[in-house]
C-alpha cells in the first residue's frame, strides 16, 4: 500500500468540511490532512489542528484578538492564506468546500498547481467556468466534482466522451417549500427555508435550495463541468434525492446514480477515484424495497423564478452568470437577516439581472469586478425594496 494522499481542506469548519472530515478519518492508511483552512471559526479549527496535525493552518476571517491557540504548528491569517493551503506542496488533492465566489480564486490556484480538485464549491465553476478550465489544461491536473449531480453524472459517464451523451437530467428535492401553494410562499421564513427535508447543509445552500437558485447554479455547473449545451441538461424534481441524476446516452440507454442523501459518498468518490474505497458504512447503497418508489415531478418554475433567471443568466453567458452569482449571495444574506421576505429574495436577483448584459469576461480579474459592481446594485435594490414594503405596510392606516 502506497503513502496516504496528502489532503489540503479549504472550509473544514463548514458543512461539507466536517463530513468530509468523518470520511477522513476512516481512512487514515488512504489520506492525511496536510491543510486545513476556516474563516472565523477559530476554536473549533484549533480542535481539529491538535486532532489532525496538519502542516498549516490558515484563518482567512484574519487573526482574532487575543488568540492563544493550543495548536503549536505553524498559523496564517487573512483571505490570501486560501491560496497557500490550495497551492501547499504537501497536498496531493485539494477539497474545496468554501462558500460562495470566496472558492474561485483557490479553485484557480489549485488547478494551475497540477494538484487534483475535489471540488464542492460550485461558485467557482458558475463564476469563473472558462478560466477555470484553462487552469486545469494548463496545470496537468485534474478536476472531480463533488456536488452530489455531478458526482452522479461522473459515475454515469465512467470516462465515456459527452459526444455519446444526448442528455442529462439533474434532479432536484424541491427543497422545503416544494408543494407549497404561491400564496404562502410569501409568508416562509427563514427558519421555513432552514429546514430542508432530505439534505442537512450549510445555510447558503440551503437557502438555494429553497429558491432553486442552486439548481440553476447546478445547471451551469454542469455544462461547465461536460460541456454540453444548455438545451441537453434537464432538471427535473425528486423528493426523496435517491437518484442523484441520470445520463442518457445516444444509444438509447440511461444510467442513473443512487445511493442515500449522504455527502459522504460523493466525497469518498472525489478523493479515492479512480478507486472504490471500501467503506462499511455505505455498503447498502439503495435497497429498491426500503428506499423506493422513486418519484419525479416537473419543477414549478412561477413558484421558483430563480430557476429560470440563473438557467437563462447561464445559457446568455459573459458576465451574467458572476451577476446572478453575486446578487444571489447578497440577497441570500438579506434574506437570513430578516431584511428581505423569500419572494422579495429572488425579485433582488431578478432586478439585478436586469441591469447587466451579456459583455464577455476577458480576465479572471474583471469577475472581480463584475462580482463588486453587482453586489453594489444588489444592495441598493435591496434598500429599495425594503423602504418599498415599509411604505406598503404604512399605507393602509396613513393619514
Ligand atoms: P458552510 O457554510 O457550511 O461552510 C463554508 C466554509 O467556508 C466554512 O468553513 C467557512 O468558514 C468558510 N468560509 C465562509 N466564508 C468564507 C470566505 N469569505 N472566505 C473563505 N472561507 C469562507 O457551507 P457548505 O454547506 O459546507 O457548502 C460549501 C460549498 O459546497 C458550497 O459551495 C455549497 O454550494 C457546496 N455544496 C454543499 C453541499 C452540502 O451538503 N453542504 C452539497 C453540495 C455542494
Ligand atoms: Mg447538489
Given at each position: ?96 468546500a ?20 475535489a471540488?464542492?464549491?460550485k ?13 486545469l489544461?494548463?496545470?496537468g ?10 458526482s452522479?453524472v ?27 401553494p ?5 409568508t ?15 445555510t ?37 434525492s ?13 444510467l ?6 449522504t ?15 471500501d ?19 416537473a ?72 462580482d ?11 434598500e ?12 393602509p392606516?396613513?393619514?
Open positions: 500500500m502506497s503513502a496516504p494522499r496528502g489532503i489540503s481542506l479549504l472550509g473544514a469548519t463548514g458543512s461539507i468540511g466536517a463530513t468530509a472530515l468523518s470520511v477522513i478519518r476512516r481512512h487514515p492508511d488512504r489520506f492525511r490532512i496536510v491543510a486545513l483552512t476556516g474563516h472565523r471559526r477559530t476554536g473549533a479549527l484549533d480542535a481539529l489542528a491538535v486532532e489532525l496535525e496538519p502542516e498549516l493552518v490558515c484563518v482567512t476571517g484574519g487573526e482574532p484578538a487575543a488568540f492563544e491557540p493550543r495548536w503549536r504548528g505553524p498559523w496564517q491569517f487573512g483571505p490570501e492564506t486560501a491560496l497557500a493551503a490550495a497551492a501547499h506542496t504537501g497536498a496531493d488533492i485539494v477539497l474545496n468554501l462558500v460562495g465566489i470566496a472558492g474561485l480564486a483557490p479553485t484557480l490556484r489549485a488547478l494551475e498547481c497540477g494538484k487534483r480538485l471540488l464542492a464549491n461558485e467557482s465553476l458558475v463564476t469563473g467556468g472558462p478560466f477555470v478550465l484553462e487552469a489544461a494548463a496545470g491536473g485534474e478536476l472531480l466534482p463533488v456536488d452530489s449531480e455531478h452522479a461522473h459515475q454515469c459517464l465512467a470516462g465515456r466522451p459527452t459526444s455519446e451523451v444526448s442528455r442529462l437530467t439533474l434532479t432536484a428535492s424541491g427543497g422545503p417549500f416544494r408543494d407549497w404561491l400564496e404562502r410562499l410569501d416562509a421564513s427563514p427558519e421555513d427555508a432552514l429546514a430542508h427535508p432530505t439534505w442537512d447543509m450549510g447558503k445552500i440551503t437557502v438555494d435550495s429553497a429558491t432553486l437558485a442552486n439548481k440553476a447554479l447546478e445547471v451551469i455547473e454542469a455544462h461547465v463541468l461536460f460541456g454540453l449545451a444548455y438545451e441537453d441538461i434537464d432538471v427535473v424534481v425528486h423528493p426523496t435517491i437518484v442523484h441524476s441520470l445520463v442518457a446516452f445516444r444509444d438509447g440507454s440511461c442513473a446514480q443512487l445511493g442515500r442523501p455527502m459522504e459518498i460523493p466525497i469518498l468518490y472525489a478523493l479515492g477515484y479512480p478507486d472504490r474505497i467503506d462499511r458504512r455505505e455498503r447498502v447503497g439503495f435497497d429498491p424495497l426500503r428506499d423506493g418508489p422513486l418519484e419525479f415531478e419543477v414549478r418554475e412561477d413558484a421558483f423564478p430563480l430557476f429560470a433567471a440563473g438557467v437563462d443568466a447561464g445559457r446568455r453567458g459573459g458576465e451574467l452568470p458572476v451577476v446572478f452569482n453575486a446578487a444571489n449571495e447578497v440577497a441570500v444574506s438579506a434574506f437570513l437577516e430578516g431584511r428581505l421576505s423569500f419572494r422579495e429574495l429572488s425579485e433582488v436577483v431578478v432586478r439585478t439581472l436586469g441591469r447587466f448584459s451579456d459583455t464577455p469576461i476577458e480576465s479572471p480579474e474583471r469577475i472581480w469586478q463584475v463588486r459592481d453587482a453586489r453594489t446594485v444588489a444592495r441598493e435594490q435591496t429599495a425594496l425594503t423602504c418599498e414594503s415599509v411604505e406598503g405596510r404604512a399605507a392606516g396613513a393619514p
